[in-house]
C-alpha cells in the first residue's frame, strides 16, 4: 500500500476563508465556555493576534477583528467535500478528521505517472476549489499524514519512495516484521520520520495530551529520540501509546483505516465571509463549487442537466436559482457559463452571505467518441447556445415555432418552448410534427412568411387585388368561428400582402400578413 | 451558378492553363491577399451560395460570406427580403440553429415549412432590452453553432455595428442584420450592404457597397418563385459550402 495524505493547515479558519484572495482580519475562536483563539489570518497575526489568546484581548489589539464560532459541521462537510472530489484519482480513501484525508494511491501510480505527478494534480485542483493544502506520501498512513503536515511532499523526499516502496509488504494488512529484526537496512522514508518533532505524536489523538508533557518534560524533541526509549520504561510510565503510535507509523503494527463512503447526491455549500451582491464576486465564489461538483460527477462517470445554487440572505428567506444546462455535462466551465448568464439577470432581494450547491438527478454521461470526420464539438455547442439564451432572457424571450394542423391563419402556427435540447432533425417527434403539418399546407394556397399579430384595417381604395379568393370558414366548434375571404393583394408601397375581408361585413378589409 | 473566371485553389495553386507573365506571380499570392482593380474580391473563407444566379455573379466570392456582417436596408417588412433567403436557409446543416432576433412581425411557422425551412432547428429570440439584444446576437453569432443569424435592429449606434461586425468575423456564418433604408447614406463597417426594395412582382438589389468594383446597375430578383415550392436547388443533405 501507498498513502498520500492531504493536510489542510488552519483547517478551522480556511472553511471561512475558502476561495479569498486576501482574506480581512478573521479569528476562529473555540466554541464559548473557553472561548480561545485556534487559528488566525495572516493579516490579523501581523497585528499581534495570536493562536491561544482569549477573544477579548485579541479584541483589544485589533478592533475590526472577525470573530467566527469554530463550526465542526462545516469542517466534515468540507473534508466530505475534498474526499468526493479526490475521488476521480483513487476510488480508495479515508477521511482522518480533523483536518486531513488519506489516499490510497499504490494501484493508481501508474495511470497516473507516479505520486509526484497525482501530488500536483491534487494540489492544482484543491487550490481551484480554495483549499490551501499540504501533501505527503508513505507507505503507512500516519507516516503519510506526518509528512504532509511536515511540508515533506514526494518531491521534497527522494522520488524513488513512490516506486521502490509502493511495492514493498503492505504494512497495514498484515504487520511485516520490523526491519531490524532480520538485519535488512530501514527504507529511506523510515529515516525521514526520525527528525520530524515530537508533538506530531498527538496529531490524531493517537496520545493524549498528558503523554506529550511527559516526553517534553523528558528533553525530547523529535520522534527519533523517543523511538530509543525503552519500552519497559514508557509502559511504567503509562505511556505505552508512544510505542504503539511509532510502529504504526513505521508499518510494523497494522493501522486499519475506514473507507470513504461517497454521497449518493452533491449538496455542498461555502460561506461567504463578506456579504456581497455583487454577481462577480458570487461567480468567483461559485466557480469552487463549480470545481467540485465536475470533480464528483468525473467520479461517477456521470453528468448533470440541471443543478440548484442557493443564495443565502442572513435574514431573507434564500434565493434558489436553477440552472438549467441544456444538455447533460459534466464541464466547470459550462456550469460557469451558464450560472453568469442567471447571476446576472437576477435581481437579489438582499446581500448573499453563503452558497449552496444541489444536483441530485444524476444522467449517465456519453461517452464523447471523436468522430473521424465530423466535429461532435458543434453539437454540443448547439445546445449550450440555447441554454445560455434561456439563462438570460427567461423561457419566454426564447422560442420555437412549429406548424399546427388548423385552417384558421393565426391557430395555423404555435410558439412553442424551446425545450432543453435541440429537436433533433430525425427524431421521430420531429418527422410525426413535419407529417402532421404537411397535408394541411399542401391542401392550401400561398401563405405569407409574416404574420401580423392582429388583423389591421386597411382601406379598400388602397389596394390592388390579385388572383381569386380563398375562402376560410371554419373554427365554429371552439368559440373562436372566422368566416374571410383572402386575396393576394399589393398596397400603396408595392409590398404584397395579404388581405381579406369577413363574410358578415363584405366591405371592410384587413391586412393579415406579408410576403416577406 | 455563375463560376468566376479565374478559381484559385486552397493550397494557391491556380488551375487557370496560361496566364501572362506577372499575372501567375499575383495568382500565386494567398487568395484575398491582393486586389486587382477590376475584379471582385474573392473571400477567404467559405460562402454560401445565395440560389440566386444573377445575385452570386454579382456577389464577392459568389454568395452570402460567411463571417462577415450583411446589412440589408429596406423600408419597411414586406418587400421580399426573407424569400431572398430562403434558398440558404432550406440548406441549414442538421445540428446548426438559424436565430432570428427581434423579428418586427411573426414568423409564419407553415410558410416557413413550406418553403423548407427546418422548424426544429429555428430559434425566435425576442429580448426586451436593446442592450440584451445586441448581446444575445453576438452570442448568436460566435456560438459557432447557428447556420445564419438574422437580426432585426432599427436602431444601433457604430460601436454597436463594429462589435456585430468583430463577433461576425470570429463565426463562419453570415451575420444579416436588417434595418431601415433610411441608414443607406450612414457610414458602416459592414463589408457588404445591400438595399432591397419591391419593384412589381420582383426584388431590387442594389448593392450599396461590396469589395471590389462599385456595382453599376441594380438586380432584379424574382424571388416570389421559390414561395411556391421548397427550393429545387439542393437536398438537405447537399449542404456543403462552396469553398475557395
Known amino acids: 500500500m501507498f498513502w498520500l495524505a492531504i493536510h489542510l493547515p488552519a483547517w478551522p479558519l480556511q472553511v471561512f476563508t475558502r476561495g479569498l484572495q486576501a482574506p480581512p482580519p478573521l479569528a476562529v475562536v473555540a466554541p464559548p465556555p473557553r472561548g480561545t483563539i485556534l487559528a488566525v489570518t495572516p493579516t490579523a497575526e501581523a497585528a499581534g493576534v495570536r493562536c491561544g489568546q482569549r477573544s477579548a484581548s485579541a479584541l483589544a489589539l485589533l478592533p475590526e477583528l472577525q470573530l467566527k464560532t469554530r463550526d465542526p459541521a462545516r469542517e466534515t462537510e468540507a473534508l466530505a467535500e475534498i474526499a468526493a472530489w479526490a475521488e476521480r484519482f483513487s476510488p480508495r480513501l479515508s477521511l482522518s478528521p480533523p483536518d486531513a484525508v488519506m489516499l490510497e494511491i499504490s494501484s493508481c501510480l501508474r495511470l497516473f505517472g507516479g505520486a509526484s505527478r497525482i501530488e500536483q494534480a491534487l494540489r492544482a485542483g484543491l487550490t481551484e476549489m480554495g483549499f490551501d493544502v499540504r501533501t505527503g506520501c508513505a507507505p503507512t498512513p500516519l507516516a503519510a499524514r506526518w509528512f504532509a503536515r511536515a511540508g515533506l511532499s514526494a518531491a521534497a523526499l527522494s522520488e524513488p519512495i513512490a516506486d521502490k516502496d509502493s511495492d514493498a509488504p503492505c504494512p497495514s494488512d498484515a504487520p511485516a516484521p520490523g526491519p531490524a529484526a532480520d538485519g535488512t537496512p530501514e527504507p529511506e522514508w523510515m529515516r525521514w520520520l526520525d527528525p520530524l518533532p515530537i508533538e506530531l505524536l498527538g496529531d490524531d489523538g493517537s496520545c493524549d495530551a498528558p503523554t506529550l508533557a511527559l516526553l517534553a518534560g523528558l528533553g525530547l524533541r523529535t520522534l527519533g529520540e523517543a523511538r530509543r526509549l525503552p519500552a519497559a520504561g514508557l509502559a511504567r510510565r503509562q505511556a505505552q501509546s508512544v510505542g504503539r503510535t511509532l510502529a504504526r507509523a513505521r508499518g510494523e503494527l497494522a493501522d486499519p483505516r475506514p473507507w470513504f463512503a461517497p454521497p449518493s447526491r452533491f449538496d455542498h455549500g461555502l460561506v461567504l465571509p463578506v456579504p456581497t451582491h455583487h454577481a462577480d464576486a458570487l461567480l468567483f465564489a461559485a466557480r469552487r463549487l463549480f470545481a467540485s461538483l465536475a470533480g464528483w460527477l468525473q467520479a461517477r462517470h456521470a453528468a448533470v442537466d440541471l443543478c440548484t445554487l442557493v443564495l443565502e ?123 402532421d403539418a404537411a397535408p394541411t399546407v399542401a391542401a392550401e394556397g400561398l401563405r405569407p412568411l409574416w404574420l401580423l399579430p392582429e388583423p389591421k384595417p386597411v382601406a379598400a381604395a388602397r389596394l390592388t387585388l390579385l388572383g381569386e379568393a380563398e375562402r376560410i370558414e371554419t373554427g365554429w366548434w371552439d368559440g373562436r368561428p372566422v368566416g374571410r375571404d383572402y386575396y393576394l393583394a399589393r398596397d400603396e408601397h408595392q409590398a404584397l400582402c395579404w388581405v381579406f375581408h369577413t363574410l358578415d361585413a363584405p366591405g371592410h378589409w384587413f391586412v393579415h400578413g406579408f410576403f416577406g | 451558378m455563375a463560376t468566376p473566371a479565374l478559381r484559385i485553389a486552397e493550397d494557391g495553386r491556380h488551375d487557370a ?108 429570440v425576442r429580448p426586451e432590452r436593446p442592450q440584451t439584444l445586441l448581446w444575445a446576437t453576438r452570442q448568436a453569432a460566435v456560438s459557432g453553432s447557428c447556420a445564419a ?46 438595399a432591397l426594395a419591391a419593384r412589381g412582382d420582383l426584388l431590387e438589389v442594389r448593392l450599396l457597397k461590396r469589395r471590389g468594383p462599385p456595382a453599376s446597375h441594380p438586380i432584379l430578383l424574382d424571388v416570389r418563385a421559390a414561395d411556391a415550392g421548397p427550393c429545387d436547388s439542393g437536398t438537405l443533405a447537399d449542404a456543403s459550402l462552396r469553398s475557395r
Not at chain 2, 159 to 187: I, N
Open chain 2, 149 to 194: 443569424v438574422l437580426a432585426w435592429m432599427p436602431r444601433i449606434d457604430n460601436t454597436g455595428l463594429r462589435r456585430l461586425q468583430l463577433a461576425a468575423e470570429e463565426s463562419d456564418s453570415p451575420l444579416f442584420l436588417f434595418r431601415p433604408d433610411t441608414v443607406a447614406g450612414q457610414a458602416s463597417p459592414a463589408p457588404l450592404r445591400l
Open chain 1, 313 to 435: 440572505h442572513a435574514s431573507l428567506p434564500h434565493t434558489t436559482l436553477e440552472l438549467v444546462f441544456g444538455a447533460p455535462s459534466h464541464e466547470e466551465a459550462r456550469f460557469t457559463l451558464i450560472a453568469r448568464e442567471r447571476l446576472a439577470a437576477t435581481q437579489l432581494t438582499a446581500e448573499v452571505s453563503g452558497l449552496r450547491l444541489r444536483a441530485d438527478r444524476l444522467v449517465h454521461a456519453q461517452a464523447g467518441s471523436e468522430d473521424l470526420f465530423g466535429a461532435p464539438a458543434a453539437r454540443a455547442d448547439a445546445t449550450l447556445l440555447l441554454a445560455r439564451l434561456q439563462a438570460r432572457l427567461g423561457d419566454k424571450g426564447v422560442y420555437r415555432l412549429s406548424a399546427r394542423a388548423d385552417h384558421r391563419p393565426e391557430a395555423a402556427w404555435l410558439a412553442c418552448e424551446a425545450g432543453c435540447g435541440p429537436l433533433h432533425p430525425d427524431s421521430r417527434a420531429a418527422r410525426r410534427a413535419h407529417a
Open chain 2, 17 to 124: 492553363p496560361a496566364l501572362p507573365p506577372g499575372r501567375d506571380i499575383l495568382a500565386g499570392l494567398p487568395a484575398g491577399s491582393v486586389w486587382q482593380a477590376g475584379r471582385v474580391a474573392q473571400y477567404p473563407q467559405a460562402v454560401h451560395p445565395t440560389g440566386f444566379s444573377a445575385l452570386d455573379g454579382e456577389l464577392p466570392g459568389g454568395g452570402w460570406p460567411a463571417g462577415a456582417l450583411i446589412e440589408l436596408l429596406l423600408e419597411r417588412p414586406g418587400v421580399g427580403e426573407l424569400s431572398m433567403l430562403l434558398p440558404m436557409l432550406g440548406r441549414t446543416p442538421p445540428d446548426r440553429w438559424i436565430v432570428w432576433l427581434a423579428p418586427p412581425l411573426q414568423p409564419y411557422a407553415p410558410a416557413l415549412a413550406r418553403a423548407g425551412v427546418p422548424l426544429a432547428r429555428l430559434l425566435v
